[in-house]
Structure formats: structure tokens, C-alpha cells
């Protein structure tokens, strides 16, 4: 094979290794070489002879023809270094794709709620986070097996805008069903009733219908129901007008009409119901609106899962009766105390409560227990009147009877230390006889039916829960079966026999009552009111004129 012929051969291979094929052939020659280089070849450079007189010629020989081949020579003994690659850029994660809103909460674990501050849906109490609300929103959760975050808008009005926004699954703040948001949103069946309710306070002139409201100052918060009642109201009455406040919520509201910087406001009955403890000068001038329904609000959408889900999580609640049993914790026991209950007990808590407060804060710092418990105890029993004695003869402020007292090793139950002491050593007794798995609040519940009714009845009635399919261990189920230990049918069958079981339901109710009110009246009280002031300034600047 000449050497032109192998270069012919070669055309289309790398000039590495056409050079490596040349080489080989020349070494396969023992004769010295004469290439003549002919211009027909690619390059066009005139050949070269050349003699090759030692071995080392080859590689030189070698050099010449990779250079005409544009091949740098150093390829052929010393390996390229790998060239550095950059590292690509960190790709985004891939945005995850749900096929519905519910297979998004199961995912994250996450479901977003919409509420607002207030007692009747979110607050945080002194056994924690409470309201009808979370106790709603936590138990659908559960029934998702996700957690729950909850979002507090600074306004009312932001709650439906940011639902119409998805910045929630959905909204849970105590939204009342209407017609016009029953164009926005989709509700779930409700959960609650209420009627809208005219609010004034008690010493003022009490308006009888809505013509009356034009006598004084009407402020509601804006965006809310109320506002659609109004609208309609005014078609009727065209001299009615109100102030709108965006800043304020009804609680706020009922604070100024308490403090008589307006007049009036609207409120509704649920609300009026738990608010009316702390300020029991406000008072009901007339329902504004028929009974209305609460629910859950949905923004309207293709996607129904996570509505459909919560269709059927609350006709779940309603069929086994927690819904129920949830509305009976958050407003069973308002119901007990009157007007004048109420009124009564804040005189009370200026005139009686300071003398024994210090006693009281000494008592339960021994037994570890909380001084408002009880201070509150103490007011169910006595009217903290260290000199109060029953029909029955049991005495003293915290009302015990001879044979307690004997048992405590009380001399005098009309000493107020002793009467004190001897009840917070008494309750605590009771406390440590409820069994330890009993979670509070309802540990100090089944303390306090067993502080007025006594253990043994207590034990009965949870024994007819559990008999009745429902939980012993749940103060809102225990408490329905209490009143029974009155009936033949139940105490005859019960080992400690006949109770006048409703009278330890209506005795915890108030308790909680007195607490709630306690709790409430010597939180940082001076506190409160500095930082109210700016906020009372503040609104007087910000309601609009409907």
C-alpha cells in the first residue's frame, strides 16, 4: 500500500489516528523513504523529502504529519486533562400537582382557616385556644388527619375578601348565611342559629323599634351581616341611619355603648350572650332580624372536595351529637346567671372580693390551685359573706358542713381564714380522686360536682353515661346524665341511690361563670384600659356615615 493510498483511506478519521496508522506503516519499511508529496493532495503544500538515516526520524516524521492534519502533537503521549465542566444551576423543585384541593391539605398536612377574634369563635382562654369555631375547625381537622393553620385578618371585611382570594381553604368566623353572600360563597349546612339584636345600656332610654334608632348614635362594624339588615330596614324607615366602623369589632363595639360613647349597636344573640357577663349593663332592645343560620364559607369553585368533605363531616357531628355536646360547653352555662346575678357580682367584686382576695391568693398557693377557682367557689356558695348560713346549716364562705369541717379539723367555719383553708384542702381532695387520665378542663368539673353532690353520686352518673354509649370521662356527656340520679328508673339502680343530680350542673355552670368573669377582671385591668384609650380615640375618627 503506498502512502498516498493509505491517506486515502484514511479520510474521514481523526488525524490522531490516521497518524498512528502512518507510523506503523513506516516502521513496517526497513528502507529509507522518499515521500513525494503530490499537489493533489488536500492541503496544498509542496512535499518534502525526506531521508531517514536513525529510527528516531519516525517520530519526527510522525510530528510533520499530525501538524499537517491540525493535530497537536502532545495528544498523542500526554492525556488531555478533563476540561472543568460547570455544575449545572440547581434546578427549582418541580411545583407539585394536585388533582383537587383535598388531596393538597392531605398532602401538606395543612389546612388553612380563616377566623376572627371573638368570644363565640377564637380566643385564647386560660386553659389555652378556645372558641365554638377552633373547636369546630380542630375536630374537622382531625377527621382529615392534618393540622390546622388559622389566619386572623386585622378587619372583618378582609375575612370574605381574602376567602374570595384562596389565601384560605376556607373561612370559619361566625358568618352569618344571606342572600348576597350566598352569591359569593357556598356555606356548608349550618351549625348554629342566632338573631340579630339591637344593644343599648341599661339607665338609657330603651328604643322599641328601628324608627327609634334615629334618637341616638347606630354603629355597627362594617361588611357584616348587620349591614344587609340595615340596608333592607331602611327601606322602610328612610330616616335610619348608622355609622360603619372598619376598625372595631362587636365586642369593641358593646365596650362604647357600655362606656355610653354611642348608642347603639347590633349584636348577635350568641354574642350578647357572653359578652353581657363582663358587661352587665347592656342590655337587648328588640331583635332586628329574624333567626338566622351560621356556617362555614366556601369560595366558589369547580373543585368541591374539601366542601363536599365538610358536608359530611357535619351532618357526622350532628348525627352523634358532639355538635351538640360543643355548644352546650361554650354556652350551657351563660344560661344560669340573670341580669341581676350579674350585676350583683360585679358590686361584689368592689366591695366584698378585696377583703378576702389575699387570703384566697394564700390558700391556693398552698394547695396548688388557681386564687380565682376558689374565689369563684367561694362566691357560688356564699356571696363571700364569711357569715352566710344555709337552711341546712352548713356555713362560712365556703359553706361547709359540720361534718366536713369536723373532718378537716375546722374549729370555726365562720372564720374566714379558717373557712378558706379548710375549702381549698377539701377541693383538692375531690381534685385528686378524679382519675388522672381525665384531661383539664374537665378534671376541675368533675372536681366541682363532686364537691356539691359528693363523690359516690358523681361515680353513678358517669357509670349511666358509660351505660348510655357515651364518654365517662367527658364533663359535657356526664353532665347530661346527672339529672337522671332524680329519676326511680336510674337512682334505683345506682349504689349510692337518689341525687338531686341538676343542681352539681347548675353549680359548675355558675362556677365557670364566676371564673370566666374573674379571669377576666384582673387581667392587667390598668393595662387594658391605657392601651383601650388610643383605639377608643382612633374609632371616633374612623366610622363612616351610611
Given at each position: 500500500?503506498?502512502?498516498?493510498?493509505?491517506?486515502?483511506?484514511?479520510e474521514?478519521?481523526?488525524?490522531?489516528?490516521?497518524?498512528?496508522?502512518?507510523?506503523?506503516?513506516?516502521?513496517?519499511?526497513?528502507?529509507?523513504?522518499?515521500?513525494?508529496?503530490?499537489?493533489?493532495?488536500?492541503?496544498?503544500?509542496?512535499?518534502?523529502?525526506?531521508?531517514?538515516?536513525?529510527?528516531?526520524?519516525?517520530?519526527?516524521?510522525?510530528?510533520?504529519?499530525?501538524?499537517?492534519?491540525?493535530?497537536?502533537?502532545?495528544?498523542?503521549?500526554?492525556?488531555?486533562?478533563?476540561?472543568?465542566?460547570?455544575?449545572?444551576?440547581?434546578?427549582?423543585?418541580?411545583?407539585?400537582?394536585?388533582?383537587?384541593?383535598?388531596?393538597?391539605?392531605?398532602?401538606?398536612?395543612?389546612?388553612?382557616?380563616l377566623?376572627?377574634?371573638?368570644?363565640?369563635?377564637?380566643?385564647?382562654?386560660?386553659e389555652?385556644?378556645?372558641?365554638?369555631?377552633?373547636?369546630?375547625?380542630?375536630?374537622?381537622?382531625?377527621?382529615?388527619n392534618?393540622?390546622?393553620?388559622?389566619?386572623?385578618?386585622?378587619?372583618?371585611?378582609?375575612?370574605?375578601?381574602?376567602?374570595?382570594?384562596?389565601?384560605?381553604?376556607?373561612?370559619?368566623?361566625?358568618?352569618?348565611?344571606?342572600?348576597?353572600?350566598?352569591?359569593?360563597?357556598?356555606?356548608?349546612?349550618?351549625?348554629?342559629?342566632?338573631?340579630?339584636?339591637?344593644?343599648?345600656?341599661?339607665?338609657?332610654?330603651?328604643?322599641?323599634?328601628?324608627?327609634?334608632?334615629?334618637?341616638?348614635?347606630?354603629?355597627?362594624?362594617k361588611?357584616?351581616?348587620?349591614?344587609?339588615?340595615?340596608?333592607?330596614?331602611?327601606?322602610?324607615?328612610?330616616?335610619?341611619?348608622?355609622?360603619?366602623?372598619?376598625?372595631?369589632?362587636t365586642?369593641e363595639?358593646?365596650?362604647?355603648?357600655?362606656?355610653?360613647?354611642?348608642?347603639?349597636?347590633?349584636?348577635?344573640?350568641?354574642?350578647?350572650?357572653?359578652?353581657?357577663?363582663?358587661?352587665?349593663?347592656?342590655?337587648?332592645?328588640?331583635?332586628?332580624?329574624?333567626?338566622?343560620?351560621?356556617?362555614?364559607?366556601?369560595?366558589?369553585?369547580?373543585?368541591?372536595?374539601?366542601?363536599?368533605?365538610?358536608?359530611?363531616?357535619?351532618?357526622?357531628?350532628?348525627?352523634?351529637?358532639?355538635?351538640e355536646?360543643?355548644?352546650?360547653?361554650?354556652?350551657?352555662?351563660?344560661?344560669?346567671?340573670?341580669?341581676?346575678?350579674?350585676?350583683?357580682?360585679?358590686?361584689?367584686?368592689?366591695?366584698?372580693?378585696?377583703?378576702?382576695?389575699?387570703?384566697?391568693?394564700?390558700?391556693?398557693?398552698?394547695?396548688?390551685?388557681?386564687?380565682?377557682l376558689?374565689?369563684?367557689?367561694?362566691?357560688?356558695?356564699?356571696?363571700?359573706?364569711?357569715?352566710?348560713?344555709?337552711?341546712?346549716?352548713?356555713?362560712?364562705?365556703?359553706?361547709?358542713?359540720?361534718?366536713?369541717?369536723?373532718?378537716?379539723?375546722?374549729?370555726?367555719?365562720?372564720?374566714?381564714?379558717?373557712?378558706?383553708?379548710?375549702?381549698?384542702?377539701?377541693?383538692?381532695?375531690?381534685?385528686?380522686?378524679?382519675?388522672?387520665?381525665?384531661?383539664?378542663?374537665?378534671?376541675?368539673?368533675?372536681?366541682?360536682?363532686?364537691?356539691?353532690?359528693?363523690?359516690?353520686?358523681?361515680?353513678?352518673?358517669?357509670?349511666?353515661?358509660?351505660?348510655?354509649?357515651?364518654n365517662?370521662?367527658?364533663?359535657?356527656?356526664?353532665?347530661?346524665?346527672?339529672?337522671?340520679?332524680?329519676?326511680?328508673?336510674?337512682?334505683?339502680?345506682?349504689?349510692?341511690?337518689?341525687?338531686?343530680?341538676?343542681?352539681?350542673?347548675?353549680?359548675?355552670?355558675?362556677?365557670?361563670?364566676?371564673?370566666?368573669?374573674?379571669?377576666?377582671?384582673?387581667?392587667?385591668?390598668?393595662?387594658e384600659?391605657?392601651?383601650?384609650?388610643?383605639?377608643?380615640?382612633?374609632?371616633?375618627?374612623?366610622?363612616?356615615?351610611?
Amino acid at each position: 500500500m503506498s502512502l498516498r493510498q493509505l491517506f486515502l483511506y484514511q479520510e474521514g478519521l481523526s488525524p490522531l489516528s490516521t497518524s498512528l496508522r502512518l507510523a506503523n506503516f513506516v516502521a513496517s519499511n526497513a528502507l529509507p523513504l522518499k515521500i513525494q508529496y503530490k499537489p493533489t493532495f488536500t492541503a496544498n503544500i509542496q512535499l518534502a523529502v525526506i531521508s531517514l538515516a536513525k529510527f528516531k526520524v519516525i517520530f519526527l516524521l510522525i510530528f510533520l504529519l499530525a501538524s499537517l492534519s491540525g493535530c497537536d502533537m502532545q495528544t498523542q503521549t500526554t492525556p488531555t486533562p478533563p476540561q472543568q465542566t460547570k455544575k449545572p444551576a440547581p434546578q427549582q423543585p418541580a411545583v407539585p400537582h394536585y388533582n383537587s384541593q383535598l388531596e393538597r391539605i392531605k398532602a401538606t398536612k395543612i389546612l388553612t382557616v380563616l377566623t376572627r377574634y371573638d368570644p363565640t369563635t377564637y380566643y385564647e382562654s386560660s386553659e389555652g385556644l378556645s372558641g365554638l369555631e377552633y373547636d369546630l375547625v380542630r375536630l374537622f381537622a382531625q377527621h382529615l388527619n392534618v393540622e390546622t393553620k388559622f389566619i386572623i385578618p386585622t378587619t372583618f371585611a378582609e375575612i370574605l375578601q381574602k376567602t374570595q382570594a384562596s389565601k384560605a381553604d376556607f373561612a370559619a368566623a361566625g358568618l352569618t348565611i344571606t342572600k348576597e353572600r350566598q352569591q359569593q360563597f357556598l356555606f356548608t349546612p349550618p351549625y348554629h342559629e342566632i338573631t340579630e339584636q339591637v344593644i343599648y345600656r341599661t339607665g338609657t332610654k330603651r328604643p322599641k323599634r328601628p324608627k327609634d334608632l334615629v334618637n341616638g348614635i347606630l354603629e355597627i362594624v362594617k361588611d357584616t351581616s348587620h349591614a344587609e339588615t340595615l340596608l333592607l330596614l331602611q327601606q322602610k324607615n328612610p330616616q335610619l341611619q348608622w355609622l360603619t366602623n372598619e376598625l372595631l369589632d362587636t365586642d369593641e363595639l358593646l365596650y362604647l355603648v357600655n362606656e355610653r360613647l354611642i348608642d347603639y349597636t347590633i349584636a348577635d344573640s350568641n354574642q350578647i350572650t357572653l359578652i353581657r357577663r363582663f358587661y352587665p349593663k347592656l342590655n337587648v332592645a328588640f331583635n332586628i332580624s329574624s333567626p338566622r343560620q351560621l356556617a362555614w364559607a366556601f369560595k366558589k369553585s369547580n373543585d368541591l372536595s374539601v366542601y363536599n368533605e365538610a358536608k359530611a363531616f357535619f351532618a357526622k357531628i350532628k348525627k352523634n351529637k358532639t355538635l351538640e355536646q360543643l355548644l352546650e360547653r361554650h354556652y350551657g352555662h351563660t344560661r344560669n346567671i340573670k341580669y341581676v346575678g350579674h350585676c350583683t357580682f360585679h358590686l361584689h367584686l368592689q366591695s366584698r372580693l378585696p377583703q378576702y382576695q389575699e387570703l384566697f391568693t394564700a390558700a391556693a398557693t398552698k394547695f396548688n390551685l388557681d386564687w380565682r377557682l376558689l374565689a369563684a367557689i367561694s362566691y357560688q356558695e356564699s356571696h363571700w359573706n364569711e357569715h352566710a348560713v344555709s337552711p341546712t346549716w352548713v356555713k362560712g364562705l365556703m359553706m361547709l358542713t359540720k361534718a366536713t369541717a369536723d373532718q378537716l379539723g375546722i374549729k370555726n367555719r365562720i372564720d374566714p381564714k379558717e373557712s378558706i383553708f379548710g375549702g381549698a384542702r377539701y377541693f383538692k381532695q375531690r381534685l385528686k380522686k378524679i382519675p388522672a387520665r381525665i384531661p383539664e378542663p374537665d378534671r376541675t368539673w368533675f372536681a366541682l360536682a363532686s364537691y356539691n353532690v359528693g363523690f359516690g353520686h358523681l361515680e353513678d352518673a358517669r357509670i349511666i353515661t358509660q351505660k348510655l354509649g357515651k364518654n365517662p370521662d367527658k364533663w359535657i356527656d356526664v353532665k347530661q346524665s346527672l339529672p337522671l340520679l332524680s329519676k326511680k328508673e336510674w337512682f334505683s339502680k345506682a349504689k349510692h341511690g337518689y341525687a338531686r343530680g341538676a343542681e352539681p350542673v347548675i353549680y359548675v355552670g355558675n362556677i365557670r361563670s364566676y371564673l370566666d368573669l374573674l379571669t377576666w377582671y384582673t387581667s392587667n385591668k390598668e393595662q387594658e384600659e391605657a392601651s383601650a384609650m388610643p383605639l377608643l380615640l382612633k374609632s371616633r375618627n374612623s366610622p363612616k356615615l351610611n
